[in-house]
């Protein structure tokens, strides 16, 4: 590889950071049960040290994003032990995640809900969740809504519409300057009829009626499995309303598989676009990049590693696409050039660049070799096993 080249890749690693969920780490499963792994983290801090050991290893992942229920379940009234947590394993507060779905009282929605107190309810927590951001320093507040419907003519679509709105509104009054609102889609899951904000124009009528600091989220995972999410992508960004990503992968469906394990063509057409965009306007686009995935048959932690290696591989492949030469071949309809450009790129082996950059930041060449021979895994498996093994009888 070329000189140039190998300084295309190390100026994208330089500005590539990737936010880790801290749920990533937590025993999960599907509706059909769960495979408790003996290493699995069940308290924050635990979950806090093995992001801090995906950070140590690449380097890249200076924030986990916090589920305010799961995580923080003193909410504001506790950020010290947050605080701590962030400060002892290295990493700090990422978006957070305020939970709309999981009470009994959201069984007909949060924002959606026809019953008043409920929707305030739902309202107040998210001003909580956004005070818990500001205490904490967290930019990104982000917002996913389980609501909808599961049987026609049960719900009032255009209400709801409207409820959501004034709700989204409202939030966003709460929001310091520098904060921000994301508004994730879902098309379906858990509502199998209609959600309430099923796609990206929906979330993009959202977030503009809600105030300037409201962005669209795009979780790789929430669309039908013929949908160009590139295209999207470039939508978005032509109209300043990227807000970040959720990246996962799947092959039918909310799947939550490692990031480009079935489709990574995809993700690096979604790079592309987000660099093409960089080129041609000559600033870096503001644009969270956030993992969502939740691992049930892998390791944990190797699962996170992969995913962020891969994730580099695919961002630093995207930067060798030539903005000019492609523009040209655009220009001229050169199509099988235009093509190519994309394809070579893709193609090319970036892994021995990202090696050097990775030895030039003192980090190890190989986070997931490094991570075997670390004895954390070992020494975590033995810390927590009895731990995980009581959960095991208590799931039934
Ligand atoms: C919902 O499927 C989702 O993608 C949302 O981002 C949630 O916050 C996350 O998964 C964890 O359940
Ligand atoms: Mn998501």
Same mark, same amino acid.
């Given at each position: 590889?070329?000189?140039?080249? =190998?300084?295309?890749?190390?100026?994208?690693?330089?500005?590539?950071?990737?936010? *880790?969920?801290?749920?990533?780490?937590? &025993?999960?499963?599907?509706?059909?049960?769960?495979?408790?792994?003996?290493? /699995?983290?069940?308290?924050?801090?635990?979950?806090?040290?093995?992001?801090?050991?995906?950070?140590?290893?690449?380097? $890249?992942?200076?924030? $986990?994003?916090?589920?305010?229920? %799961?995580?923080?379940?003193?909410?504001?009234? &506790?950020?010290?032990?947050?605080?701590?947590?962030?400060?002892?394993?290295?990493? *700090?507060?990422?978006?957070?995640?305020?939970?709309?779905?999981?009470?009994?009282?959201?069984?007909?929605?949060?924002?959606?809900?026809?019953?008043?107190?409920?929707?305030?309810?739902?309202?107040? @927590?998210?001003?909580? +969740?956004?005070?818990?951001?500001?205490?904490?320093?967290?930019?990104?507040?982000?917002?996913?809504?389980?609501? !909808?419907?599961?049987?026609?003519?049960?719900? &009032?679509?255009?209400?709801?519409?409207?409820?959501?709105?004034? /709700?989204?509104?409202? +939030?966003?009054?709460?929001?310091?300057?520098?904060?921000?609102?994301?508004?994730?889609?879902?098309?379906?899951?858990?509502?199998?009829?209609?959600?309430?904000?099923?796609? %990206?124009?929906?979330?993009?009528?959202?977030?503009?009626?809600?105030?300037?600091? /409201?962005? $669209?989220? #795009?979780?790789?995972?929430?669309?039908?499995?013929?949908?160009?999410?590139?295209?999207?992508?470039? %939508?978005?960004?032509?109209?300043?309303?990227? !807000?970040?990503? @959720?990246?996962?992968?799947?092959?039918?469906?909310?799947?939550?598989?490692?990031?480009?394990?079935?489709?990574?063509?995809?993700?690096?057409?979604?790079?592309?676009?987000?660099?093409?965009?960089?080129?041609?306007?000559?600033?870096?686009?503001?644009?969270?990049?956030?993992?969502?995935?939740?691992?049930?048959?892998?390791?944990?932690?190797?699962?996170?590693?992969?995913? #962020?290696?891969?994730?580099?591989?695919?961002?630093?492949?995207?930067?060798? $696409?030539?903005?000019?030469?492609?523009?040209?071949?655009?220009?001229?309809?050169?199509?099988?050039?235009?093509?190519?450009?994309?394809?070579?790129?893709?193609?090319?082996?970036?892994?021995?660049?990202?090696?050097?950059?990775? !030895? =030039?930041?003192?980090?190890?060449? &190989?986070?997931?070799?490094?991570?075997?021979?670390? !004895?954390?895994?070992?020494?975590?498996?033995?810390?927590?096993?009895?731990?995980?093994?009581?959960?095991?009888?208590?799931? /039934?």
């Amino acid at each position: 590889m070329g000189v140039r080249q =190998s300084e295309k890749i190390f100026d994208a690693l330089e500005s590539f950071r990737i936010e *880790l969920p801290s749920w990533g780490f937590a &025993n999960t499963g599907t509706r059909f049960g769960k495979f408790i792994q003996p290493a /699995a983290a069940t308290t924050t801090e635990e979950k806090f040290s093995d992001a801090g050991q995906v950070h140590l290893l690449t380097g $890249v992942c200076p924030t $986990v994003a916090l589920h305010v229920l %799961w995580d923080c379940p003193d909410g504001v009234r &506790n950020t010290a032990d947050i605080k701590k947590f962030a400060d002892r394993y290295g990493v *700090l507060p990422g978006s957070i995640n305020p939970n709309l779905f999981q009470d009994q009282e959201y069984k007909f929605g949060s924002f959606g809900n026809p019953d008043l107190a409920i929707r305030q309810r739902a309202l107040q @927590h998210t001003k909580d +969740s956004i005070e818990l951001a500001r205490r904490l320093h967290s930019r990104d507040v982000s917002m996913w809504f389980a609501d !909808g419907s599961n049987y026609p003519g049960t719900a &009032n679509i255009r209400q709801r519409k409207q409820w959501f709105t004034e /709700a989204l509104k409202e +939030s966003h009054q709460a929001l310091s300057p520098g904060q921000r609102l994301l508004v994730e889609y879902k098309p379906f899951e858990p509502a199998f009829y209609h959600t309430d904000i099923a796609d %990206w124009g929906m979330s993009l009528l959202l977030s503009r009626a809600a105030g300037p600091q /409201a962005r $669209v989220l #795009v979780d790789t995972g929430h669309h039908y499995a013929a949908q160009n999410i590139e295209q999207i992508v470039a %939508w978005l960004l032509s109209e300043d309303m990227l !807000g970040g990503f @959720h990246f996962n992968d799947r092959r039918y469906a909310d799947d939550d598989l490692t990031i480009g394990s079935i489709d990574p063509y995809q993700v690096f057409r979604i790079f592309h676009e987000i660099r093409h965009f960089e080129w041609e306007t000559g600033k870096q686009a503001d644009i969270a990049y956030m993992v969502d995935q939740s691992h049930n048959l892998k390791g944990k932690i190797e699962a996170m590693i992969q995913t #962020v290696t891969v994730a580099q591989e695919l961002f630093s492949k995207a930067a060798l $696409v030539d903005g000019r030469e492609l523009a040209t071949a655009q220009k001229d309809c050169d199509l099988v050039r235009a093509e190519s450009l994309l394809q070579d790129a893709f193609a090319t082996d970036v892994r021995p660049v990202i090696q050097e950059w990775r !030895g =030039s930041k003192g980090l190890p060449k &190989n986070p997931m070799e490094a991570f075997r021979q670390s !004895g954390y895994l070992e020494r975590i498996t033995k810390d927590r096993a009895a731990r995980n093994s009581r959960n095991i009888s208590s799931y /039934a």
